[in-house]
T-cell receptor, first 114, second 113 residues
Framework: ETGVTQSPTHLIKTRGQQVTLRCSSQ?????VSWYQQALGQGPQFIFQ???????GRGNFPPRFSGLQFPNYSSELNVNALELDDSALYLC?????????????FGPGTRLTVT | AQSVAQPEDQVNVAEGNPLTVKCTYS??????LFWYVQYPNRGLQFLLK??????LVKGSYGFEAEFNKSQTSFHLKKPSALVSDSALYFC???????????FGSGTQLTVLP
């Protein structure tokens, strides 16, 4: 196990609702990245947070937003949910600048939008 | 821009035989290359990485990968497959300046007893 935790494990929401997903990074890791993995596809980068600031963003609309807290934990918020938002949402933590380069993933949150 | 191609959706191999899972990449500048494995209903587990140095890198669970700059490839290999290796494998790349990993579409490896 990586030490990255995510909650909740599963979530069912209705189209148009809002959702918040949470992530606790591995101890000492100051960078958190969020990915969306649709069924049968590879993970797609949503955004990254470093020291509480957004540090890069993929091709996702503004209704996908995030936060990072002083303890480096993070939230992903999605507003106005659409059916296509149904996916596994993965959080990954890393410690860039320390020669590690790789990202360590949590188990994910499975979001179903009906 | 950076991209990864995994040309095989499915690879089947008999237990005890060598396995190869293919990956090619495109990136500006020097690539940082990674292999991850995903078991059902689980997150991604890091296997190995190439940053610089020897073209043959060794990782967890007996896996290794060969970096070939001229062919822009980073194939995953294992000399003797186990049934427990059956899983979904992802290749990922990022350039030195990029924030994110770019993943391939994944290859489902099935090791037959």
């Amino acid at each position: 196990e990586t030490g990255v935790t995510q909650s909740p494990t599963h979530l069912i929401k209705t189209r148009g609702q809002q959702v918040t997903l949470r992530c606790s990074s591995q101890s000492g890791h100051n960078t958190v990245s969020w990915y969306q993995q649709a069924l049968g596809q590879g993970p797609q980068f949503i955004f990254q947070y470093y020291r509480e600031e957004e540090n890069g963003r993929g091709n996702f609309p503004p209704r996908f937003s995030g936060l990072q807290f002083p303890n480096y934990s993070s939230e992903l918020n999605v507003n106005a949910l659409e059916l296509d938002d149904s996916a596994l949402y993965l959080c990954a933590s890393s410690l860039p600048g320390r020669g590690t380069y790789e990202q360590y993933f949590g188990p994910g949150t499975r979001l179903t939008v009906t | 821009a950076q991209s990864v191609a995994q040309p095989e959706d499915q690879v089947n191999v008999a237990e005890g035989n060598p396995l190869t899972v293919k990956c090619t990449y495109s990136v500006s500048g020097n690539p940082y290359l990674f292999w991850y494995v995903q078991y059902p209903n689980r997150g991604l587990q890091f296997l190995l990485k190439y940053i610089t140095g020897d073209n043959l890198v060794k990782g967890s669970y007996g896996f290794e990968a060969e970096f070939n700059k001229s062919q822009t490839s980073f194939h995953l290999k294992k000399p003797s497959a186990l049934v427990s290796d059956s899983a979904l494998y992802f290749c990922a790349v990022r350039s030195g300046s990029a924030r994110q990993l770019t993943f391939g579409s994944g290859t489902q490896l099935t090791v037959l007893p």
